[in-house]
């Protein structure tokens, strides 16, 4: 089994219990957390959220043109200024952004765009050329150099799967399912190294695993109470969860959740509608706890998918596209609308060209948030202005 292979094996908490052979607990130890109180939040619509009926340019006669079977009214959508409104699914985003708190980035993608989902989800995780094939996240190798040595808790995946987002040389990564019955077994031993660099890296897992679980049960009882009332989804769970650990003080830099269901081909009215309410509702939560918490300026909260849609309806729904909007709450972020409206007149083969790399989003944050250079990851284009 290679190294890789058996982190996802043991780096992943299922049912509430370690998935770790128990002789391996002999080997655990808790390690110290880092400084500092910035940290990003990602949420990952996986399916290809239509950017255009999630931002609308209601006053474009184009888009009416374009999509007669599922464009939204003009008496529907939640105007927030310049031509643009959101779905009235996201009233909640409407009020933040009217709060200063969110920012829009407009036409997000890149050149030579791919509309596979197993692709395209890969391109935008590694931060890689739509030719290159890259094996570590943007993530995992942000938090390489961050941290120099493994860290077990410097991200959270709360999610079923590994996210290769966060993959990195080391194990700074705990992904981590059914949190309400988290346990661990851990022994405060220290890690004696051998000749033996398979044993080494076996033992080093082993100290993360527990290390991590201990570190994530001891913010966990630090949180102060909410007030606020999450919904009863697992979007909103995991978001409840993310919020108690970051008012716990885990001081992790990245925490990762995704929502499927965003592959509208179909009803795209009903289903867009409705999973977007689960977002709207899930981050009015989590964005009331730390504003409540006085934690909302540490915490960047950034909404993606991996494509937009068609610009023309299908009849029932929409099709794999390229550019989308993205999403950035809190963080003191500058609250603004980047970019320019959606371009209906100007199509690439019935797409909407993107305007912004999403890779220049990336390193905004890694500069602004972390005084990072994102060069020393590969990302090379320049930090997006005008987002903090």
């Not at 009882?221 to 003080?249: C, F, H, Q």
Request: charged share 20%; hydrophobic share 35%; aromatic share 10%.
């Amino acid at each position: 089994m290679n190294r890789r292979n058996f982190f996802k094996l043991t780096g992943t908490f299922s049912g509430g219990v370690l998935l770790l052979p128990d002789f391996l607990y002999s080997f655990a130890t808790q390690e110290n957390l880092s400084a500092g109180d910035s940290c990003l939040v990602f949420i990952q619509l996986n399916g290809g959220n239509d950017g255009l009926n999630t931002f609308v340019p209601y006053q474009d006669d184009l888009y009416y043109h374009y999509r007669p079977n599922i464009a939204l009214s003009k008496n529907e959508v939640l105007n927030v200024g310049g031509g643009m409104a959101f779905h009235p699914s996201l009233k909640s985003f409407a009020a933040i952004q009217q709060q200063g708190h969110l920012s829009v980035i407009q036409n997000v993608g890149y050149p030579e765009p791919d509309h596979s989902h197993f692709r395209s989800q890969e391109i935008w995780q590694t931060a890689s050329d739509a030719n290159k094939h890259l094996t570590e996240g943007w993530l995992g190798r942000f938090l390489d150099a961050h941290y120099k040595e493994h860290h077990p808790t410097a991200a959270i995946n709360a999610d079923s799967i590994d996210n290769l987002a966060l993959r990195g040389i080391e194990p700074n990564t705990l992904t981590v399912t059914y949190r309400n019955d988290l346990k661990s077994k851990s022994e405060e031993k220290s890690i004696k190294l051998s000749d033996n660099p398979q044993l080494d890296f076996v033992r080093k897992i082993a100290g993360s695993i527990a290390g991590g679980s201990d570190a994530i049960q001891t913010a966990l009882k630090k949180a102060a109470p909410s007030d606020v009332a999450y919904p009863k989804t697992e979007l909103a769970r995991n978001m409840e969860w993310i919020a108690k650990l970051v008012k716990g003080g885990l001081n992790s830099k990245v925490y990762y959740t995704s929502l499927n269901g965003f592959d509208t081909h179909h009803a795209q009215l009903e289903g867009q509608a409705s999973k977007l309410a689960v977002v709207n509702d899930a981050v009015f939560a989590f964005y009331n706890d730390l504003k409540h918490a006085k934690k909302l300026d540490e915490v960047t909260l950034v909404i993606f998918s991996e494509f937009g849609r068609r610009v023309a309806d299908n009849g029932k729904g929409t099709d794999h596209g390229t550019a989308a909007p993205m999403f950035v709450i809190g963080g003191k972020n500058k609250g603004k609308i980047l970019g320019s409206n959606p371009n209906l007149k100007d199509l690439d083969n019935g797409d909407l060209r993107y305007e912004t790399d999403f890779r220049s989003v990336y390193a905004s944050l890694l500069k602004d948030k972390f005084s990072f250079d994102p060069s020393q990851i590969g990302i090379k284009n320049p930090a997006l202005k005008g987002l903090f």
